[in-house]
Structures are given as C-alpha cells and as structure tokens.
C-alpha cells in the first residue's frame, strides 16, 4: 500500500516539478517580452534637447545614454554605466571592477579579470587580461572549441538588441584576447544566438563583448572554461553642413547698424546632409537625423538636406567701444543611431558686424571775388587810399560767389540782402560759382573809410546728401559796399 501510496506521491512530485519548469519557461518568455517591450518603448522615447554630443565626462555620458535611449543603469543592483571603460575599452559596461566580488588583477598587463557587468549582471570579462594557460596563452584556438548552450541568460540577452544591433553583431569580425586568428565572425566559429550571451550591445562606434563557454579540448575529462570575444564599431556616416546668410550685407561687405539701432537681425539658413554610408551603417539605423544651431535645431528624414531656419541676433552693446566686430555662427548636422552613436559635422561662418559707418559733415568753404578788386591798395587822384579789403566792393560791381563743398551735390542756395535764390546744377559737383551785382545806396562804408550802416552778409546753405535732414549753413560777412563804380570816374576825383 506503501508503494501503491508512494506512487501518486512521485506523480505528484513529477507533476509539480512539469508544472514548474512550464511555470519558469512562461516566467522567460514574459521577461524576454517585456524587455523587448521596454526596449522598443526605450527606443521611440529617444528624446533630443539641444545638439547632440559625443561624452566626455561621467555625467555628459549618463546624457548621451538618456539621449540614445540606452540603460544607464544595471537592471537589478542599479550599477550605473562606466564612462572610463566605454572609452577605454570601447564597450557599455556598468560598474567598474573594484565592484565585482572576488576580481583579480594582473601587475603586469595593469588588466583585471572582469570590466564590471552587463545590463543583466553578467560579468564582462576582460580581453586584455592574460590567459589561464601556461604563459598567458591559450594552447587552443576559438576554431578547436565547441560552444556550450546558455539557456535563457542567452535568449534574454539577445532579445534586447534590436534587428539592427543583432545584424552588426553577426557581421562583424571577432577578436579574442586582441587576436582574429585569421578571421573570426559568428558564422565561422558556428556560434548562434543559444550559445553565446551578449555583454554588451554594439553600435557603429562602440564595439560588443559575447560570452561564451567550452569544454577545454585535448583533455579526457570535463573542465569547463569561458570566452570573451570581441567587436569593434564597423560603421559610419558621412555629413555635410554648410550656412547661407539671407541679407545681403552692405557694399562694404559689413552688416552695419543704423543710427538710432539697437539691435541687428540677420537671417540665415543651415543645411545639412548624409553624404555616404561606410562599412555596417545603414539609414534604417538612424533614430534621429537633423540640423541645427544654437537658436533651436530641425529634425528631417532621409538622407536630407536638413533645412534650419534661424536669425542671428546682435545687441548694439555687444561691441562695446569697437567700430567692428565678428560674430559667429556655427551649424552641426548630427545623426543619432538607434545603436547608440552620435556623429556630427559641423560648419561655422564669422558675420562681419559694423558700428553705425561715421559719415563725414558737410562742410562748405565760399568767398567773394569781385570783378574790379579796386579795394586792394589801389590809389585814388587825390592822393588817399582807401582801406584795402577783399570783401569791399563798388556798388553796380559784379562780384563772383565761389563756394566748395566737401561732398559733390545738385542743389544749393544763398541769401542776400533778405533775398534767396536756389542754384540747381547739372551735376553732382563739389564747385560752384554764381554771379552778384552789388546794389546801388548800399554803402557801408564812404570813401574815407567812416562806417554808414553795418557791413552786409551772405548765407549759403545746402542739404547733406548723406543725411537728407541735416541741413549745413555757412556765412560770408564783413561785406563792405562803397559807393558806385561811376564814382571812379567822378566822385573820386573830388577832395
């Protein structure tokens, strides 16, 4: 009865146990699911502010896998993402090797064992670290082994790359310990996505690390022992970007302000485009592609042109105390891949900025010729000379107006004895003289030099040609009038 009882209780043992490992391998799937759920989420979520940009530090790093929508995080301990073993060993790891229980380092190669772990907490294991053997070096090559399964830590780890990622990785030449062996890829070491476990995602730039295990040949009994191979980034593309300003700057080639401007707009236009694809990249790869500058950035599809529409704003103050400044503008044209690469190209012009130009005044320069000149020392019958001047003048003489102006014009006018007149020239010219009868009964002074009335004036004006409103007046005084030109024949005859 024993054996009758014992035996629904090994049925039920051996049904808890089916339903168990049925249990576990639905618990796989749906973890395999839901990663790859997260990872397709992950990957449309990519959100860019601002131009992208390679890492440089840890924190720019954390940024750049925000941005391409990588972990920046391991899944279960929350190891933060290695920005010194991304950019020394080219691969995504989290945490660093002092984290990893029970690592060892070799003084002489400076290398430890392990690099940190993969998003999964599989331990990355170093390529640079020296080989158990003898020596350092393995006394097989990857071509004498025999892969071992990996069960669900190798399903899970491959359903986190995309088809992209997946096909990078299978093209790509593999190196073990920094040796090809002739050449190594996936196909030739018969690996498949069951036997190796996928340490880090590659990209185009960053290189993948696949984990592998193997029975140690040449020996009778089982030891088993494990392989990093390695990749390095495969693909690349090439881009274009260049800058056109929309307004024409002045004949000068300076966009100059105006009087009275604060500030000066210019607008311009940036365009970029992908030029080429090299090696395993491929436009299907791309998650964002665009053009852009400090002013915002534009998002395109295709291989372009990227067109980003923007002005360039200069305050007046920006020049300080100069007359003339440079002001750049600088473009990038920027592709991000679904892999998790950021390639830029980048193009920049100097604006040459000009204070207001300082225009020159209009200055005029006039004197009175007169066609006698008998004031300039000239002796009269009764033995006196009147008071030698150049601007004395015989009433009824002609006297001749000769004004010079500091810039060529059309249009001037003068005013004498409360009459104007307008003189209209042919053209542009920066001379001009006009004739003047001196009027009858306007003496000012007599003959014996005693003063009559107040000397005469002239005032000429002219509109600058440069500045419309700004209107230039000069005068000639001290014009003195003496008699009349009969009194050369008469007057001055008498004492």
């Not at 629904?8 to 749906?30: D, E, K, M, Q, Y």
């Not at 365009?271 to 500058?293: C, F, H, K, P």
């Not at 006698?372 to 020392?377: D, E, M, P, Y």
């Not at 060529?408 to 010219?429: D, I, M, N, S």
């Amino acid at each position: 009865m024993k054996a009758r009882q014992s035996k629904p209780n090994v049925a039920c043992r051996n049904s808890f146990r089916t339903r168990a490992a049925i249990w576990g391998l639905f618990a796989v799937v749906l973890l395999i699911a839901w990663s790859s759920l997260q990872q397709d989420i992950q990957a449309a979520s990519i959100s860019i502010e601002g131009i992208p940009k390679q890492p440089t530090d840890q924190q720019s790093f954390i940024s750049f896998l925000d941005m391409t929508g990588q972990p920046t995080k391991s899944r279960i301990h929350g190891y933060p993402a290695n920005f010194a073993t991304y950019r020394d060993y080219h691969v995504l790891v989290y945490g660093h090797p002092a984290q990893v229980p029970g690592n060892r380092y070799d003084a002489v190669s400076r290398q430890h064992a392990v690099l940190g772990f993969s998003y999964d907490e599989f331990k990355v294991t170093n390529t640079r670290f020296p080989d158990d053997a003898p020596g350092g070096i393995s006394l097989t090559t990857p071509f004498d082994w025999i892969e071992l399964p990996q069960g669900s830590k190798a399903t899970l780890s491959w359903s986190r790359l995309n088809e992209a990622q997946k096909r990078h990785l299978k093209m790509s030449q593999l190196t073990y310990r920094n040796e090809t062996y002739g050449y190594m890829d996936f196909t030739s070491l018969g690996l498949d996505e069951s036997n190796t476990v996928v340490l880090a995602p590659p990209s185009w730039h960053l290189g993948s690390a696949i984990y592998t295990q193997h029975d140690r040949p040449g020996v009778p009994y089982k030891e088993v022992r494990y392989a990093t191979f390695y990749t390095s980034g495969g693909g690349d593309v090439t881009l274009t970007c260049r800058i056109e300003l929309r307004a024409e700057p002045d004949k000068d080639g300076f966009y100059t302000f105006e009087s009275g401007q604060d500030t000066l707009r210019i607008p311009y236009r940036a365009i970029g485009t992908i030029e080429s694809y090299e090696g395993l990249a491929r436009s299907e790869d791309i998650t964002v592609r665009g053009v852009g500058t400090a002013d915002g950035l534009t998002y395109g599809t295709g291989d372009g042109p990227f067109l980003h529409e923007g002005v360039l704003t200069v305050e007046r103050t920006a020049l300080g105390n100069a007359d003339e400044m440079d002001q750049p503008i600088i473009a990038t044209t920027f592709v991000v891949s679904a892999l998790g690469d950021v390639i830029t190209s980048e193009a920049t012009i100097m604006v040459p900025i000009r204070a207001e130009k300082p225009v020159a005044p209009l200055l005029i320069d006039a004197d009175l010729e007169g066609a006698i000149g008998f004031f300039s020392g000239s002796r009269m019958l009764n033995g006196s000379t009147p008071l030698a001047s150049k601007r004395r003048f015989l009433g009824l003489e002609t006297v001749w107006l000769k004004v010079r102006f500091s810039k060529p014009l059309t249009r001037w006018q003068f005013t004498f004895l409360g009459k104007t007149k307008v003189v209209e020239l042919a053209e542009p010219a920066k001379d001009s003289r006009v004739a003047i009868r001196m009027p009858l009964d306007q003496s000012s002074l007599t003959w014996h030099d005693e003063r009559i009335r107040p000397s005469l004036l002239i005032e000429i004006k002219a509109s600058d040609p440069e500045r419309a409103d700004a209107i230039v007046t000069t005068e000639i005084t001290g014009i003195e009038l003496t008699g009349d030109v009969f009194d050369l024949l008469y007057l001055q005859l008498a004492d």
